[in-house]
């Protein structure tokens, strides 16, 4: 088992005893007869575990302990006393120290109690990184974009995470409803419980009402043993529930009670069961047009609709484009160990002028095949797929300049255009151009563009 672990005690013999049985059980030990170094050794040599002496001339265990959980607060403290001073372990304990042991130590104890504080240790270390990757992918800074409205949607995000009102998110498909329901989740006061998702035109109407609230073992033919629905397996977490506009009307009734009287009953079942979920409902369907044709319910709509959050379609938030296209490369280079370098100005162009009809997915789903197929670590007009280049060849063609223009007025107008295209930004219309950005720089100011 692999830990850093430092043993501390005035009394040599003892310290090097320990070091060496633990030695023997895998660990990398080091030993110091005094605290004054404790700290500096914790940082140089990156220490999991100490475990030392409570009693000691210069500088007691309480010392100890206190200082190395206000400097490396994840290093794990083990105290060793004698029979009179277990009054003073268990305070330790109380003070952040792992455990305690009582002298004489048994080697074999000693490596039991070092195994599992290290077990608990790698746990934890563990959840911290899981949640550090969770944030990463889920949070606020996993969402791409520097557009005026994704801005917006980044300002009402912080407002409602720590809510617990439902939301509905209302977008065109490939837009990111999921990706802007699981940041809901994990920036709020439920991110440590399940996140659950459904996705009601996945399902047929026979099977939905069992995958929501479950069913008893023999409520219908094929229901062979008791089944818990996705709001029970969401219980003081979040219920993702995606294309809502699908949802037949039956379901919606009983999705509206629910909603009222926080229980649930399994089909088959007199018995109700208290939960407490969080709802996030997506659609990419007017659910206004749908309520007046009779589709969906009017009470269950003002319901969903406590806070309405609207996703803009690709197509009307270009300058995001390139933010992500550029994560995308990054993303799927190394996930198909490729050496992508970069993308040509031409490639850029059509994929910039591109409508987008599946929004960010198709986007994303465009760079992947695009560094799948690529050969030389350069994106370009080759790789991309051929239903978006012969849709956009127009963006091969540049402006119509009429005779007489000179070259000069002809650069300013394409500099000006392009800075339009990429909403102003100047390290794009470089890369777009073909040019350097300090050349670029330098024709701005010859042109008096801003």
Known sequence: MDASILIIDDQKDQAEAIAESLGNAGYTCSTTTSGNNVVDMIRRDGI?????????????GMRILKETKENSPETEVIIITGHGSVENAVTAMQKGAATYLLKPININHL?????KVVEKQNIVRSNIELHKQLEEKFGFAGII????QMHRIFSILKQIASTTATVLVVGESGTGKELIARAIHYNGPRKNN????????????????????GHEKGAFTGALQLRKGKFEYANNGS?????????????????????????????????????????????????????KEGKFREDLY???????????????????????MDSFIKEFSKKNGKNIKDISPEARKILFRYDWPGNV??????????????????????????????????????PVFPVGVTLDEMEKELIKNTL???????????????????????????????
């Open 48 to 60: 999991d575990v100490v475990i030392t002496d409570l009693v000691m001339h210069e500088f007691d």
């Open 111 to 115: 490596r039991a109690v070092v195994g």
């Open 145 to 148: 974009g520097n557009s005026q």
């Open 194 to 213: 399940p996140f659950v998702e459904l996705n009601s035109a996945a399902i047929s109407e026979s099977l939905l009402e069992s995958e929501l609230f």
């Open 239 to 291: 219920l993702f529930l995606d294309e809502v506009g699908d949802m037949p009307l039956t379901t919606q009734a009983k999705l509206l009670r629910l909603i009222e009287d926080g229980r649930i009953v399994r089909i088959g079942s007199n018995e109700s069961i208290k939960i407490d979920v969080r709802i996030i409902a997506a659609t990419n369907k007017d659910l206004g047009e749908l309520v």
């Open 302 to 324: 003002f319901r969903f609709n406590v806070i309405c959050l609207r996703l803009p379609p690709l197509r009307e938030r270009q300058e995001d484009i390139f933010l992500l």
């Open 361 to 398: 997915r198709e986007l994303r789903n465009c760079i992947e095949s695009m560094i799948v197929f690529n050969q030389n670590g350069v994106l370009d007009i080759d790789d991309i797929p051929e239903h978006i280049y012969k849709s956009n060849r127009t963006a091969l063609t540049g």
């Open 420 to 450: 339009a295209y990429v909403g102003g930004n100047r390290g794009e219309t470089a890369k777009i151009l073909g040019i350097g950005e300090r050349t670029l720089y330098r024709k701005l100011e010859k042109y008096g563009l801003k």
